[in-house]
């Protein structure tokens, strides 16, 4: 009995150390649904592309001596932020503002063409073969009978739960309190109006894709020291992750990003521990379908009114 | 001129930042930890390069956009030229319709082994190109996992003949069905999502039906596919050396003639010529009929249809269901040529290939998605040194097409005539 707790205990926290990635990445699809409207397919490669960054400033910045922990992954996550954001944004100008404001599956092809460039641009650059980093941070408490299964939560889990919590609550207070937060949710109430009050709804965009981008390389920073490994095509199944937990919150929403990311990833090391590790992308999808079917809107969002 | 520098610079700056540490950094495993390898000085030059062109290019984009718009195009003349009337426009078509199909019919007799192949590899993504486009280019309903039908139809020629030993010519039309019932049970939920929301759903029924390829070991063999899939005879006739069935002639000993492997090869390319013009058939006298109007109705504008009458959900389903027997039919024709088939053939970028070809060829239009079907087969074999960089040029292509030329490369006509201008 104790150890059947135990057990699922310790499925828990796996799940909830994955959902709350998947969580990062979701921000960043909910927030520019939320705004303009259309799914940035390629969002999931700018994760990929993070998590790569992370793996060569880290390797880099040992090179050069950089040898306290804390100071190398706050550098690291800065180098890795700033430069996935320039990759959203110029993502973002390349491909998307051209055709903005047209059919929205002109937009959505030219993201799964976008999508498709990234993920060879960084085969053809760093090879196609999985890359893998010595694990920096170890060890962790365990928990129940030395003798019979134990429940660990690894300090790497728990770097993973802080981390995602700060970057939320700052995520959060800036729409909140902000004024370019504030701006951001008059554009995306009503991009028109809000143009004409003043506000440069181009800029707002362009900041939108950024922060989404931002929080991708977040999480590819926290996933690339949890697994340690990486390949140019971890993006596309974690951006596909990331939409359903997006969707399944209820796309334009913030918290409901959080909600659906954490909730996928339950379900997901749930079904991994109790069915087969082969069909959790086949649950997780499922799931996407049914919450679809049954509830369009997600579990936080609001009804789309759709006027002539 | 000032206020461009500024741009530009940012804009080249940009470049460096994008290109330098994912070309210029490579990492490299070294026993068990990862350090950093510069690039060599070729890329690095590139980088430069490239980062120059981009700057020179924001900076004088303008004058580059004018001098492109000041090229004179060929227009055609309203007025001048005399107006073609419809009878006369139907007979050209006509002709030049027989004129394609009969050098279609005669070439593979006179051409090299390995081309005839890549021809019918072609007309494979012809016939998907053709199937996806209506229902991306005539109902506007984006489905990105359009190879789950074409999987279906290839597995169920495979399994059928695996288990029950049924032939070809019996699946072919089972293959078809059975897609077409799996559009149906996927569709007759979804369909009621707003585009984007479909494109995702459909993707992830895509991955799906590979996940389970891949999984259901005892059923498909898993990764390892099923071999051994036979080629579909001819009357009875087969193309092998020597008959496998009992009571099958092979070809050659039919005829008295010697054996050739190239009679199987030109066969094969025939019958998907075949199966390629019945498509074409099929669907242009689809969009003739009342549903393939409503079709095009609903993805103009549904608000409207649903006010005149239409049943959107119907609709929807017709061509989600008709485009996935297309791709079961494709997909039972592939696993004949193949003989071999493993979940390795159907995965996402397959999906994305297919609506290239739609996207590039021009949405609904017919012949331009059998041209884009021709150049994105053909290209990537003729550049075959490019190997490597195919994947990223064809990324690059849809970008830029969706930029620059949206409706695609040959745009679909609507039947109209013109009244004189004067």
């Known amino acids: 009995m104790l150890e059947a707790s135990l057990y699922f205990i310790q499925q828990l926290l796996n799940g909830l150390t994955i959902g709350s990635t998947y969580a990062l990445i979701a921000i960043g699809y909910t927030m520019v649904y939320g705004i303009i409207g259309m799914i940035n397919f390629a969002h999931g490669e700018i994760y990929m592309i993070g998590m790569y960054i992370s793996f060569i400033a880290i390797s880099g910045l040992t090179m050069l001596g950089v040898e306290y922990l804390p100071l190398l992954l706050l550098f690291t996550l800065a180098i890795s932020m700033f430069i996935s954001s320039t990759y959203g944004w110029a993502v973002e100008q390349v491909a998307y503002r051209p055709v903005r404001g047209g059919n929205r599956l002109i937009a959505l092809i030219s993201a799964i063409g976008m999508s498709i460039f990234l993920q060879n641009y960084v085969r053809i650059a760093q090879g196609s073969r999985d ?158 379908v049914l919450i679809l079917l049954f509830r369009p809107t997600g579990l936080l969002g609001k009804p789309e009114v759709e006027k002539i | 001129m000032k206020e461009k520098f500024v741009p530009a610079l940012i804009a080249g700056i940009v470049t460096l930042i994008l290109a330098f540490p994912l070309l210029g950094l490579n990492l490299v495993a070294d026993g068990l930890s990862l350090v950093i390898e510069g690039a060599d000085a070729k890329t690095l030059r590139y980088i430069v390069f490239a980062a120059l062109a981009v700057f020179l290019f924001q900076l004088f984009k303008e004058k580059l956009g004018g001098i492109v718009s000041s090229i004179p195009l060929p227009r055609k003349a309203y007025g001048q030229a005399s107006v073609v009337s419809q009878a006369q426009r139907d007979k050209r078509e006509r002709l030049f319709t027989i004129i394609v199909v009969a050098l279609a019919l005669i070439w593979p007799f006179f051409a090299s082994r390995g081309n005839v192949d890549l021809a019918t590899l072609v007309l494979i993504y012809v016939m998907l190109g053709l199937g996806l486009n209506i229902v991306v ?111 099958n002639v092979p070809f050659h000993e039919f005829f008295g003639i010697d054996y050739s492997s190239s009679y199987k090869v030109v066969f094969l390319y025939l019958l998907a010529l075949l199966l390629v013009l019945l498509t074409i058939f099929v669907i242009r006298r689809l969009t003739r009929m009342p549903v393939g109007r409503a079709w095009e109705a609903l993805r103009e504008d549904e608000i409207a249809c649903r ?116």
Request: aromatic residues 12%; glycine residues 14%.
């Open chain 2, 137 to 247: 280019g005539l109902a506007g309903l984006l489905d990105l996992g359009y190879v789950a039908f074409y999987a279906v139809g290839a597995y169920s020629y495979a399994l059928l003949h695996q288990y029950f030993g049924f032939s070809f010519w019996v699946c072919l039309p089972l293959a078809g069905l059975l897609a077409a019932t799996f559009g149906f049970i996927l569709g007759f939920p979804v369909l009621r999502l707003r585009g984007d929301y479909l494109a995702i759903v459909t993707l992830g029924f895509g991955e799906i039906i590979r996940i389970l390829l891949n999984n259901w070991t005892h059923l498909t063999g898993g990764p390892n596919g099923i071999g051994n899939i036979p080629k579909p005879s001819l009357f009875g006739l087969e193309f092998g050396r020597r008959a496998k069935e009992e009571g």
């Open chain 1, 131 to 288: 890359i893998a980093m010595p694990s920096l941070i170890q060890g962790g408490w365990s928990f129940g009978p030395p003798e019979g299964f134990q429940a660990t939560l690894s300090y790497m889990q728990l770097i993973i739960f802080i981390a995602t919590f700060v970057t939320m609550t700052g995520l959060t207070l800036f729409i909140a309190r902000s004024r370019m937060g504030r701006a951001c949710r008059a554009v995306s109430e009503d991009m028109k109006m809000a143009g004409l009050l003043g506000i440069d709804t181009n800029r707002i965009i362009s900041l939108t894709f950024i922060i989404g981008a931002a929080l991708a390389a977040v999480a590819g920073l926290l996933l690339g020291l949890y697994y340690g490994v990486t390949n140019p095509y971890v993006g596309f199944i974690a951006g596909l992750k990331a939409f359903t937990a997006a969707v399944l919150g209820g796309i334009g929403s913030i918290p409901g990003a959080m909600l659906g990311g954490l909730i996928l990833g339950v379900t997901e090391s749930m079904t991994s521990a109790y069915f087969s590790s082969e069909y959790k992308d086949v649950v997780s999808f499922g799931l996407l």
């Open chain 2, 307 to 422: 006010s005149l009458g239409l049943n959107r959900t119907v609709i929807k389903l017709s061509a989600f269901t008709l485009g996935a027997s297309f791709a079961g039919f494709a997909g039972a024709f592939f696993s004949a040529r193949q003989g071999f088939i493993s979940p390795e053939s159907f995965t996402f970028i397959e999906s994305a290939i297919i609506l290239a070809i739609v996207v590039l060829g021009g949405m609904g239009s017919q012949l331009g998605v059998i041209l884009a079907a021709i150049a994105m087969t053909v290209l990537p074999e003729l550049a075959r040194e490019f190997q490597e960089y195919r994947m990223l040029m064809f990324g690059l292509m849809m970008v830029l097409m969706m930029v620059w030329r949206p409706q695609g490369l040959l745009p679909m006509k609507r039947r109209h005539m013109e009244l004189a201008n004067d």
